[in-house]
């Protein structure tokens, strides 16, 4: 039997956790931001002892190791500016196409670069946390993507930190098309339902059973849904079989972004 | 007839017997949550390595519940919630209730426990990392939630049972260093009393 004064106790307890997860979505929201604020000088302790760390090796790194990184960073950023005039000119005449066609005009949104300060404790959610927030202009629902693809979305905006929900997250749902001259077919990205732990893979389902589906095939975003605007690389298409009594194909996608490694993350910005 | 004793009086003084822990203890295993939370959501080498990432939270709280005041298990059980849930993608306050209920099953229970023992610390360990995600899961899934659970979570379970139950002897051990290295002891008297000194010699 427990004692008064337990069962006192137990009660409170029962009361602040039915208090807390009735609480309106808005005030629970900020709440939790408030309470993980408890942690920002932790991340800026783990910031700077990490920068020390990289200043040190920096200092005991050898000349000639130097040099030789500084050749290869010069011979990238040449094959790079030849690319991108390349790409500039695509675009003026891209939209000088789209002028002459009438269509509206395509704007570029401005990305803003975020550092991982922390991932999900718990075991069964897919999130991280970055350390950018409403004061840099970081809004909610936001597309974070990293240099190789699609990473997920802003779900929660504190004002110096910010929740991302990854893709493979049960509340990161993504309308994908298969970027394929032959089949530009529509898919919904969800979590993998064969290996969930994998964080490198997530299925494509409802995708039609007539579909000529090859593995390698990539899949973009098709800029339904609002949130993710059309064409960013979300990964490839590993394997794919018949669900449904063959009434759909379902896929699994090998995600492009490493998400365990991910340091640095870029937010689309409204 | 011998005095009777009031019950909750003899509660009390039982509650302060079984009470090693000072208010110095609680704050350092506050402070040690808040390490453990914040070391939780940043080192991902295990997770990485076995797609698991580990609780030493239910550890933290066996060791409170066993040496501490219910004050202090509620200290903890509360904001080790809440600090973990700020942190993840749970509904805000879903992990502290199973928390608390671990450590005041082992608290009500603590005077029948051979705490003392690695033995019992562990098996205590074990249980309590094994019962606190089951049970956040069942108050998930009636929260219309739906977390990423499947047959692999099984593996996921069995790590952070056994992580918590190797976690809980080294919690007493810590603790129990910490407190020699910063606490205050008073010298314990000696047999030597001035009143009763012998004067020898001549007077």
Redesign the interface.
Known sequence: M?????LI??G???L??V???K?PTRT?TN???A??G??IP?YGA?GSTEQLLNSASYATLPRAELVRQIDELLQTNQVLQMRFMLAEEWRKENERLRQQLGLPRQYQRPMKIARV???????????L?IDRGSRDGITNNAPVLAVHGLVGRV?EVGYAES?V?LL????CRVSVLIADEHNREQGIIA?S?S????DALVDLGFISRNSKLTAGQTVVTSGQGGIFPPGIVVGQIADFRTVGFGLYKEARVSLAVKM?TLEEVWVMMP | MGRRVCPSKRGTRNAKLFQRMTWFNTFAVLLVTYLVVFFQATFNELRHFAGVQVDLLPSLVVYTALNGSLLALCLVAGLGGLWIDALSANPLGVTLLPLFVAGLLIHRSREFILRDQPYAQMMLGLSASAAVPVITLIILLNLDAHPLVGWFSLWQWIVVSAVGACATPAWFAFFDWIERVLNYRPVPEGGYRPDREVKRGRT
């Not at chain 1, 427990?2 to 337990?6: D, H």
């Not at chain 1, 290996?195 to 994998?198: H, I």
């Open positions: 427990l004692r008064r004064k337990q106790a137990l409170v307890m029962i602040v956790t208090i807390l997860l609480l629970r709440l939790k931001l309470i993980g408890f942690f932790l783990a300060v922390a991932r999900d404790p718990a075991n069964w959610w897919r999130s946390k779900s929740q929900v493979g997250d049960p509340d979590p339902s290996s969930p732990s994998d365990n």
